[in-house]
């Protein structure tokens, strides 16, 4: 099934646009759980129903309005939506280009392909490979569900990448963590850490990761299938694992336990069978 574009427009940047398209660049592997009843184990559901009638409404009759004061609204359509800025709803605008390494990664939200419309491919091409040779992203704005997102355009490989980002408002200060200094740690420990990471340094192959609870839940799944166990709830643990102490005595030990016990790198784990 081909790719489905979420957001069609042009990105632009001086006198320059370039007409493009924009695909989801992730996908969930979430565990889909329903909700049950658990008296009689039936599936709960939600209703959009009218507050003042407790009448249901179908999405045919449904629209969006802004309360401007106490139960008053202003109703606004999708083309009101539209037409309140056309050219910020149909246009990705590089306001600057700044070193990637300036943006911090609490900063990024969600990545997005951006791939060139009929007649986009030569500058698109051309913005693509200008951000490879200046080592930059693009700072820009876009418009997407009725929120004006801040993102930034990343070259990737051969493709331009759009990540939203966050806005600093959006940010939490940090300051009332307690943080320690650089102060709290010995040069010996920091050696020894140093080569502890060097010892476990190796190329990125994302391939090799996945999600191993879901793994586990399903084989639990399948576990509680076969023993016919589909409607049975299991009761909490009397005896739940401690966590570890947080007190460390010796640090200069632990970091020798871990460069002379380093395990090889685990293979992909199998999935069990029920």
């Known amino acids: 099934m081909a790719a489905r574009a979420l957001w069609k427009g042009a990105i632009s940047f001086g006198l320059v646009y370039i007409p493009v398209e924009m695909y989801t660049a992730v996908q969930e592997h979430d565990l889909d759980l329903t909700m049950l009843d658990r008296r009689d184990f039936s599936p709960v559901g939600y209703k959009r129903y009218n507050k003042s009638t407790g009448k249901e409404v179908t999405w045919d009759d449904i629209v969006k309005g802004y309360e401007y004061e106490t139960d008053e609204y202003v109703v606004l359509s999708d083309e009101d939506l539209k037409r309140a800025n056309v050219e910020a709803t149909q246009t990705i605008d590089i306001a600057a280009f700044v070193e990637a390494a300036e943006v911090p990664l609490t900063y990024y939200e969600t990545p997005y392909y951006l791939a060139p419309t009929r007649g986009g491919a030569k500058v698109y091409a051309l913005l693509r490979e200008t951000l490879r040779k200046a080592g930059k992203i693009g ?38 963590l307690k943080l320690p200094p650089a102060t709290a740690i010995s040069a010996k420990e920091l050696k020894m850490a140093l080569s502890l990471v060097e010892g476990m340094s190796e190329e990125w192959k994302p391939e090799q990761y996945h999600d191993t609870y879901r793994d586990d839940v399903l084989a639990l799944v399948k576990k509680k299938i076969k023993a016919g166990q589909t409607k049975t709830i299991t009761a909490p643990s009397a005896k739940e694992r401690a966590p570890k102490s947080s007190n460390v005595v ?25």
């Open 139 to 176: 700072i820009a704005t876009i418009v997407m569900r009725t929120k004006q997102h801040l993102c930034a355009l990343v070259c990737v490989e051969d493709k331009i990448v759009l990540n939203t980002l966050r806005y600093a408002t959006e940010i939490r200060d940090a300051e009332e």
């Open 250 to 274: 010796d640090l200069v030990a632990l970091l020798q336990d871990s460069l002379g016990k380093r395990p090889a790198a685990k293979p992909a784990p199998k999935r069990r069978r029920a």
